[in-house]
T-cell receptor, first 113, second 114 residues
Framework: RKEVEQDPGPFNVPEGATVAFNCTYS??????FFWYRQDCRKEPKLLMS???SGNEDGRFTAQLNRASQYISLLIRDSKLSDSATYLC??????????????FGGGTRLMVKP | DGGITQSPKYLFRKEGQNVTLSCEQN?????MYWYRQDPGQGLRLIYY???????QKGDIAEGYSVSREKKESFPLTVTSAQKNPTAFYLC?????????????FGQGTRLTVV
């Protein structure tokens, strides 16, 4: 089983749609969680951190379910510019080893006019 | 401007050659990382370093080597022992703790074996 698993997609949605991605992780001791966005042939960039209480940033909402070991990303009112690959990232580091980011394979989103 | 810079952007290597990818950051970050990305795949950790003169193997370190002589620099050498080196290589840096800090990435180097 992969440490961090995502549905690769692609998710093809019309503009204005609401779309949700899930990501599961295998290490119950994982410390922190992130969603990164990666455009084609570019480097990943942080979209948002994921907090236990859930957090929202504009049209984007992230949730963490530690009991079931998954995180989710909800995008409301999709824009054409949201088309990208969304990477789920889990930090399995500790105070000795420091940060140890493990990336999922990414979920590709394509928003159509 | 602070940031992380990788060079070159594109690199072609003949089989059997060693090549070195450069990664420099002026963010004053202690931690630096090298990842490899294959088409349609996520990122896999090659090596990481939490402090100068120290580094650790990641999940796919075979065929690669690194050094960390300066805080700002973390070069990656792809050796001839790496059987399938064609990939997109990404360097990242972060502060060393706490654990909820983000990683900042360079723009990547595309390595092709010809």
């Amino acid at each position: 089983r992969k440490e961090v698993e995502q549905d690769p997609g692609p998710f093809n949605v019309p503009e204005g749609a609401t779309v949700a991605f899930n990501c599961t992780y295998s290490n119950s001791a994982s410390q922190s969680f992130f969603w990164y966005r990666q455009d084609c042939r570019k480097e990943p960039k942080l979209l948002m951190s994921v907090y236990s209480s859930g957090n929202e940033d504009g049209r984007f909402t992230a949730q963490l379910n530690r009991a079931s070991q998954y995180i989710s990303l909800l995008i409301r009112d999709s824009k054409l510019s949201d088309s990208a690959t969304y990477l789920c990232v889990v930090n399995n580091g500790n105070n000795n080893a420091g940060n140890m980011l493990t990336f999922g394979g990414g979920t590709r989103l394509m928003v159509k006019p | 401007d602070g940031g992380i810079t990788q060079s070159p952007k594109y690199l072609f290597r003949k089989e059997g050659q060693n090549v070195t990818l450069s990664c420099e950051q002026n963010l004053n970050h202690d931690a630096m990382y090298w990842y490899r990305q294959d088409p349609g795949q996520g990122l896999r950790l090659i090596y990481y370093s939490q402090i100068v003169n120290d580094f650790q193997k990641g999940d796919i370190a075979e065929g690669y080597s690194v050094s960390r002589e300066k805080k700002e620099s973390f070069p990656l050498t792809v050796t001839s022992a790496q059987k399938n080196p064609t990939a997109f290589y990404l360097c990242a840096s972060s502060i060393s703790g706490p654990l909820n800090t983000e990683a900042f990435f360079g723009q990547g180097t595309r390595l092709t074996v010809v």
